[in-house]
């Protein structure tokens, strides 16, 4: 059973990526090479997400949004900054609402709170990271200069959006 | 000066915390050093060739007398009793240990100061004209817009991990004298016909190992788009910028390859379709920082014949060493780190104890750090010239040198910094003795050398009259010399004249260079002018006829 970050909890993961032991109809993350590839992922009954490349270009997911629950954004080493970028451009100008999940080597506690503030609701962290200190991490600031994610509560944030 | 409120003071003690936190961690073996490593960088924490090196940011150079003495302090209690001001307005320090540097940090947020993105893949240290606020040719005080542009840097969640560093200057004056346009992002102040204030924006300057002239983007852009703006040309640096070649990561790798019209396309496409995420500036807010950086106090005071009937070696201080002021009866007055016999832009803790005290009693408690590795204080009252210059004699720091050859720019070179291969500090001693004779520094005029002990060009040698670049050959310190760079206002990159010559031969090649220029300037031309005029032919010719050892 894996354990993920999700709304600032830890809680059991549901889902299931392509390769590993699936039921039926269990919510499935198929990559986004397979998602293009293969039209039966998205007649398939239950629940679909996909996980992205650094490379993808989000605008050109807009046509499969609507059939995804999720989006697993793939951060390959902490320093590959890629993914924030994709992780705002799908809240703010895709509009993506479902679940937009962290993943990869790069994810640990020290990613965390620049996560959330992207607009990242879930955190899958790489193997072996602390996920009891990855939780308490998305608290290690109370203030921020940039406005960001809505679920990030701040006492105090400098210059607002338009 | 900008003053924190409760969210910077809130933000830097949480930022301390967080770093002790991770420094706990590395030492306790929790977090691999590849781990630690981007972390520290972005607190400004290297680990250098004897010990880690600790660059604290200087905001566009301002410092308050209670913060030069917390720089002197913590040098003194963590360090060997000196600091290093850098071309970047910035200090390190060259021999903390790592378990003090939380410490440091949390001593440097009592007086609203931090070590934060001083390094690494991250937005940098925003700088701006030593002369702000004071020049007589400034369009507007750059300042406000430096911390604004600071505060949006400041862990910002998309920008923390660029592809490589980020350098933005920001200029006020129509002369250039924060080398814009050898920044990632160059922002030029200007004014349109009703007065209203906006931007020039440049992008993809540097120097480094392929030096390249910004490329203008923009015109004009009106003030209350600047965050959006520059997150438009960060966001698309993230997505298209190379990771796979650090030598390829810049942004102007992405402009070059891109051509400078089809990025502007994609910034000006990405930045319409942002503009309802991006951070707005309210004129609220624009007015709230400026109103930090007003003008000082000033008595209404009539300008003085400050040197009539004083030492001659005072009047060449006043002449070299302060520089005009917007106010009558006032000057600005460089501190000179450039005494020869020392190593260019270091000071003692004393010496920064006696700068911060000679700053609150003639200069409102403020001093500055300028790109030449100075000091500036910058509203000195010229009755007060006098006993200033008596003041800074006895410390040091009057060596009547700037703008002069002896006031040259050089990175800390072997002596100091891992990267480098060449000691840098070592060539500046054998410059300063070389041309120890004022007279003659004074009869050569304005001439500026730029040295950096590697490619990564710390030392801007590719925007010096004279260039120094230290290169390796077979374990051997050699120096590859260049002419015809400037970055103030007229830009221009610096064009190596030939073979690099020997670590003893440099100061005696640079005599030869500057005799040339004796023996072919016209009346009013500077070094620069000159070498402009005739070409590098007649330099190239002198520096090689007298010393065939070099290859």
Redesign the interface.
Same mark, same amino acid.
């Given at each position: 059973m894996r354990f993920i970050l999700r709304q600032r909890e830890i809680v059991a993961d549901e889902w299931t990526y392509l390769g590993e032991v699936l039921a039926a109809d269990a919510p499935l993350i198929v990559s986004l090479a397979e998602l293009r590839a293969e039209p039966r992922w998205r007649a398939r009954p239950g629940r679909l997400g996909v996980r992205i490349p650094p490379t993808a270009r989000v605008e050109e997911l807009l046509e499969e949004l609507p059939r995804l629950e999720l989006i697993a954004v793939e951060f390959p080493s902490?320093? /590959?900054?890629?993914g924030? +970028?994709q992780g705002?451009l799908l809240r703010?100008?895709c509009r993506f609402r479902g679940e937009l999940r962290a993943v990869g080597a790069g994810v640990?506690q /020290?990613q965390v709170f620049?996560l959330s503030?992207?607009g990242f609701d879930a955190i899958e962290l790489a193997p072996g990271e602390d996920l009891e200190a990855a939780r308490r991490a998305l608290s290690?600031? +109370?203030?921020?200069?940039?406005?960001?994610a809505a679920g990030v509560a701040l006492?105090?944030?400098?210059?607002?959006?338009? | 000066m900008y003053r924190y409120d409760?969210?910077d003071q809130? *933000?830097v003690e949480? @930022?301390v915390?967080?770093f002790r936190d991770?420094t706990r961690r590395h030492l306790a073996g929790e977090l691999p050093e590849e781990?630690f490593r981007?972390?520290r960088l972005r607190n400004g924490l290297y680990l250098q060739r004897h010990a880690p090196m600790l660059r604290i940011a200087i905001p566009y150079g301002l410092l308050s007398s209670a913060q030069l003495r917390k720089l002197a302090d913590i040098a003194r209690r963590y360090d060997r009793g000196f600091g290093h001001f850098t071309t970047r307005q910035n200090l390190q320090l060259n021999w903390p240990t790592l378990a003090d540097v939380p410490d440091i940090l949390a001593e440097l947020a009592t007086v609203q100061m931090h070590a934060i993105q001083t390094s690494g893949?991250c937005v940098r240290n925003v700088t701006a004209d030593h002369l702000a606020g004071i020049a007589p040719d400034e369009v507007d005080d750059p300042r406000p817009y430096c911390e604004i542009v600071r505060?949006?840097a400041?862990?910002?969640?998309? *920008?923390?991990?660029?592809?490589r560093k980020f350098k933005i200057a920001i200029s006020g004056s129509p002369e250039d004298r924060a080398a814009t346009e050898v920044h990632d992002i160059g922002l030029h102040l200007r004014r349109d016909a009703t007065g209203t204030v906006g931007f020039a924006v440049r992008v993809g300057g540097g120097l480094g190992r392929a030096p390249v002239i910004g490329s203008l983007i923009r015109e004009w852009l009106p003030l209350a788009e600047l965050?959006?703006y520059l997150e438009a040309i960060l @966001?698309v640096y993230?997505?298209e910028g190379r990771?796979d070649n650090i030598h390829k990561a810049r942004i102007k790798v992405l402009v070059r390859s891109l051509g400078a019209e089809r990025f502007r396309e994609a910034v000006e496409a990405e930045w319409l379709?942002?503009?309802?995420?991006?951070?707005?500036?309210?004129p609220a807010?624009v007015e709230r920082m400026r109103a930090f950086f007003r003008p000082q106090p000033y008595e209404a005071l009539a300008d003085l014949d400050v040197t009539a009937g004083r030492e001659a070696r005072f009047a060449a201080w006043y002449r070299y060493n302060t520089r005009p002021h917007r106010m009558s009866g006032y000057r600005a007055v460089f501190v000179s780190l450039k005494a020869h016999g020392t190593n260019p832009g270091d000071a003692t803790s004393a010496q920064m104890e006696a700068i911060a005290a000679l700053a609150e009693r003639v200069s409102f408690g403020l001093v500055r750090v300028t790109h030449s590795q100075n000091l500036l204080l910058a509203d000195v009252a010229q009755r007060e010239l006098h006993a200033l210059w008596h003041e800074l004699e006895r410390h040091g720091l009057a060596m009547p040198n700037i703008g002069t050859l002896t006031d040259l720019i050089a990175c800390p070179g072997l002596d100091f910094c891992s990267l480098a291969n060449a000691g840098t500090l070592g060539v500046a001693r054998d410059i300063q003795r070389r041309f120890d004779d004022l007279d003659y520094l004074y009869d050569l005029g304005n001439i500026e050398i730029k040295m950096s002990g590697c490619m990564n060009a710390c030392g801007h040698h590719h925007v010096g009259h004279i260039g120094i670049l230290g290169v390796d050959k077979h374990g051997e310190e050699w120096y590859q010399i260049s002419l015809g760079g400037s970055a103030n206002g007229f830009t221009a990159l610096a064009e190596v004249i030939g073979p690099s010559v020997p670590r003893h031969e440099v100061a005696a090649t640079i005599a030869r260079l500057v005799e040339v220029y004796r023996r072919l300037r016209t009346e009013e031309e500077r070094f620069i002018d000159t070498v402009r005029r005739v070409g590098l032919g007649p330099f190239r010719e002198a520096a090689y006829a007298l010393h065939p050892q070099a290859a």
């Open positions: 902490p320093g /590959d900054g890629r924030y +970028s705002r703010e100008r640990k /020290d620049l503030r992207c290690r600031y +109370s203030v921020a200069y940039q406005p960001g006492a105090a944030q400098r210059f607002p959006t338009t | 409760q969210l809130a *933000f949480e @930022r915390a967080e991770q781990e981007p972390l893949n505060q949006w400041t862990l910002h969640p998309e *920008f923390t991990y660029l592809p965050l959006g @966001r993230n997505r990771r379709a942002g503009r309802a995420h991006v951070p707005r500036l309210t807010e």
